[in-house]
Structure formats: structure tokens, C-alpha cells
């Protein structure tokens, strides 16, 4: 893992807020660098909650500077924690949708890890290696699971 990025989010507990955007039965997805050797890692767009803001604005903030895009927060489907060495957060993921899907590579203010973003099927993001995506893909086992899924707990570390 990247040192800057253990330097800014570690040694603390974040609350992450990500949203799940479904364009034609495909998620969009960012690549993130610094977070294993590959340099690949493909999660929704989000990050953390700032003081003052709730996890739906900040989610709605979020994918205003990483894909450019406005979106409306629909529902809480997960919550996951996650802990991985000096990483320690709380992630909120939202079922979000806008009325374009033209998503643009944006930034990341903090600490630009941003590389690329796509659009990729259940079956896509499942054939990616464990360490190039969140634990969040393992608790669906089938797309309708997940557009189907009501709001539950995942304490999955790592």
C-alpha cells in the first residue's frame, strides 16, 4: 500500500460514503492506484464524509468531482466495515441515479488516485482478482442479488 495514502486515511476511523450507479445492467467503477502492487483497484465512486455534510451529500459530492456527474441518492443498500493494516473504515454504499451517464474521470482532492473509470458488468467485476476490488462483490452472488438487496451489515476485514 502506498505510503501517502496511509499517511492521510490511517491511524483513524473513516466514514466512507459510495454509490452504485447501473447504467444498462453495467456499474460504473473507478481504477485507484496505490492500493496494492498491481496499482489496480476498482471500486464506486465515494469517499469520505466531511464535518457537517450527511453520508447522501457527501456521496452526491463525491461523484460531482470524480465522474462529473449530478445523482440523486435512492436508498442505503450496504454497509460495510473494512481494515486493512493502518486502514480502518466505515463504508456506506448508496444505491444512486442520474439522468446522464457521461461519466468523465475526475479527481480525488485529497490525494489524486483516480486512473481510469468503466462501465462493467456483475460477471466483469467478479472474474477481477480479490485484491483488485472491494469485499463489498462478495456478498452478492448474482447482479439481481444486488439491485434486489435489502440494506444489511457486512463486518468483512481486509
Known amino acids: 500500500m502506498d505510503k501517502a495514502i496511509q499517511e492521510l486515511y490511517g491511524g483513524r476511523i473513516r466514514i466512507r460514503a ?3 450507479l447501473i447504467h444498462e445492467e453495467k456499474i460504473l467503477l473507478l481504477n485507484h492506484s496505490g492500493l496494492n502492487s498491481e496499482n489496480t483497484f476498482w471500486n464506486m465512486p465515494g469517499g469520505g464524509v466531511e464535518e457537517n455534510e450527511t453520508a447522501e451529500q457527501a456521496v452526491a459530492r463525491e461523484f460531482r468531482e470524480e465522474v462529473g456527474l449530478d ?3 435512492e436508498r442505503l443498500v450496504f454497509l460495510q466495515e473494512y481494515i486493512n493494516d493502518s486502514l480502518h473504515a466505515i463504508e456506506l454504499y448508496f444505491e444512486v441515479s442520474s439522468l446522464s451517464k457521461k461519466a468523465i474521470l475526475g479527481f480525488d482532492p485529497e ?3 483516480l486512473t481510469d473509470l468503466d462501465w462493467k458488468t ?3 467485476i467478479k472474474k477481477l482478482p480479490n485484491n483488485q476490488k472491494s469485499k463489498f462483490w462478495e456478498s452478492f452472488l448474482t447482479f439481481n442479488d444486488l439491485v434486489s438487496h435489502k440494506p444489511t451489515l457486512n463486518l468483512l476485514h481486509g
Open 18 to 20: 459510495c454509490g452504485i
Open 71 to 73: 445523482i440523486h441518492v
Open 111 to 113: 490525494l489524486n488516485i
Open 122 to 124: 456483475f460477471v466483469e
